[in-house]
């Protein structure tokens, strides 16, 4: 079956603009999480929705990043006037259950973002 | 809070040689475990996972981990390199709290050698 896919796979920006990027989990997975890979953090945890419930926003680095789970599919994460320490590779992955559970998380291929 | 810390961010080995790719963490509570593959330009894949069942873990591609929580450890090894084991290595562990969110290790970048 479709993976985990994520869109556009690149993305160059001015710094300042804002940026939307997108998530489509695996059909039936009710939790879905964003991480970002930059060469100076490495691999981080941003914010993670499951089903119906508030999303647990602890990883967002600031105000200017936020995301949106629609329908409990399609997700998208939102960064307001990009800066230039914003560029990095942004991964999705989603999963079959929550808390407790040992379900594999499923990587997207990701959405490398510059800001210029 | 927990943290992983992978040992070496680059390894290289020689075609047919053993594979190890070294992983410790820290953890208040009793562990999941994870093993990643990244090959380039493309997403995380899994290779396997410690769930506190047995401590000699098997996973895909003829890789191995061994959980030694005396060690706080859970390295990564294949009896023998191929050329297309070339990727990045993360090791990642999982708060199983709420969210079951992945604390990432820096990554091991694994070359072979032919």
């Known amino acids: 079956g479709a993976g985990v896919s994520q869109s556009p796979s690149n993305k160059v920006t001015e710094k300042g603009k804002d940026v939307e990027l997108r998530c489509d989990p695996i059909?039936?997975?009710?939790?879905l999480y964003w991480y970002r890979q930059s060469l100076g953090q490495g691999l981080e945890f941003l914010i993670y929705f499951q089903g119906n419930s508030a999303p647990d926003k602890s990883g967002l680095p600031s105000d200017r990043f936020s995301a949106e789970r629609t329908g409990g599919s399609v997700s998208t994460l939102t960064i307001q006037r990009t800066q230039q320490e914003d560029s990095a590779v942004y991964l999705c992955?989603?999963?079959?259950?929550?808390?407790?559970?040992?379900?594999?998380?499923?990587f997207g291929p990701g959405t490398r973002l510059t800001v210029t | 809070a927990q943290s992983v810390t992978q040992l070496g961010s680059h390894v290289s080995v020689s075609e047919g040689a053993l594979v190890l790719l070294r992983c410790n963490y820290s953890?208040?509570?009793?562990?999941?475990l994870f093993w990643y593959v990244q090959y380039p330009n493309q997403g995380l894949q899994l290779l396997l996972k410690y769930t506190s069942a047995a401590t000699l873990v098997k996973g895909i591609n003829g890789f191995e981990a061994e959980f030694k929580k005396s060690e706080t450890s859970f390295h990564l090894t294949k009896p023998s390199a191929h050329m297309s084991d070339a990727a990045e290595y993360f090791c990642a562990v999982s708060d199983r709290s709420a969210g079951n969110m992945l604390t990432f290790g820096g990554g091991t970048r694994l070359m072979v050698k032919p």
């Open positions: 992955a989603s999963s079959l259950a929550r808390a407790g559970g040992i379900y594999e998380q499923y």
């Open positions: 953890s208040s509570v009793p562990p999941y």
């Open positions: 059909s039936g997975h009710t939790a």
